[in-house]
């Protein structure tokens, strides 16, 4: 049977789609390749939320076709994803000898277009059409039972947006918001706890809207069932939105012990989410809100429905609910019209919030989108400067936050060896750091209390021993 090889590029909600097509094809009887040159099939699921993410995939792609035709090799190439959805045909008539454009609404057709192109029954398939219910389908998962099985794992719930941020390619990458249902989704979960895995995170572009545009009672107890056949059934409750209801589903699976979700907007975390926090211990001390900008001004011109007061509460909630929680944040510099007063709004706001973390991005026109014929672009040079200048503040008020924990006891779920020290074994608390410490195989999958000794770049190190011993 043939061999691929999966490329991702973008975010986490990218990387499950990838699982999901990979464990699809190793059900149909493909292996994964170690490596791209070893592969029958490479696949580059792609992103578009910034052009510098486009062009490496295309660049990726270009390099791939020119290796394969130097080694007359035989090799089916395809994009998958956001920017195979937004661009299409497009990237047939840049690169014709592409075999496949996978859209984000088909990813569950590619063994089926896969078996046609190896099988030379179609020489080029391009895909992009929208497909009702293609949010259920994002359910496979790669675990294996072995020792290798993750400790911890994502599930798709909803697909798509609708608050159309004026600098967002997402509503024309992945569609108008559509949702599983509940049911459906603790199936899914079920399923991973009883393989193993104590932590999901709940995903999708904007997950706090989850549910918010499927009304019916109907939809919360339609397909889907779990392991023992049973429908779990869930009331509707008119005081709770439809995410807090999933959490509550969620947090009732025997054997999980955390839960996540990411990404939200900060509109979402109304009372009822900022309450949860305080009553699901599940629920893992964390939050991402992503702020984009601290000036009123250009959250407006952004579209982004708050305030930063309106923001600023929120925060000051959440930490008197669930007092250590770890917040972190999206930031875009340099968004057409940013003055620099603007910009000092964002750098007084990071202040005054003190984030755990914050990626920040330098505005990127992207076409069909309001921001990329706004007036006023900021030149390349100021967004650069505007981000080195965010960034020094992020990580010195981020090393504060991390050189707060030295010293202090925290809970840490293992999840294996470090990628860049396998002497080194990696876990993460609850508030979502990563903690690096002396481990082995027995680690694996534990939750275990760990000193922090030390910290380094948005990373401490623990040990575990010390807290043996001090253990009556
Ligand atoms: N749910 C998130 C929100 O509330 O905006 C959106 C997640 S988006 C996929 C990840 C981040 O990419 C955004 O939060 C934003 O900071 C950044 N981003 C999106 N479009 C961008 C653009 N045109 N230029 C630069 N950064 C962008």
New binding site residues.
Partial sequence: MPSVFIKTYG?QMNERDSEAVAAQLVAKGYSLAASEAAADVVLLNTCS??DFAEQKAINKMRNLLGTARSEKRDQIVGFMGCMAQSRGRELIDRLPDVDLVLGTQKFHRAAEYLDELLAGKRRQIVDIAAEAKSEAAIREHLLNGSAKTSVSAFVSIMQGCNQH?T????PATRGAERSRTIPDIVAECRELVARGVKEITLLG??VTSYGRREKSDAWQVSAGTNLTGELPTVPRQPSLTPFVQLLEAVHEIEGLERIRFT????KGYGDDLVDAYARLPKLCECAHL?L?SGSDRMLKLMHRGYTREKFAGIIRKLRAARPGIGITT???VGFPGETEEDFEQTLSLCRAVEFDNA?I??????RD?PAATMPDQVSVPVREERNQRLLELVNTLAARKYDAFIGRQVQILVEGPSRKNAARFTGRTRCNKIVLFDGGERHRGQLMDVRIERTGSFTLYGDPAVVNLSSP
């Fill in positions: 975010c939320v910034r941020c600098f967002c390619i997402v572009q904007i990404s939200p907007h900060p992503p984009q999206d930031i875009i990626y991005f330098k505005y990127s026109e992207r989108t």
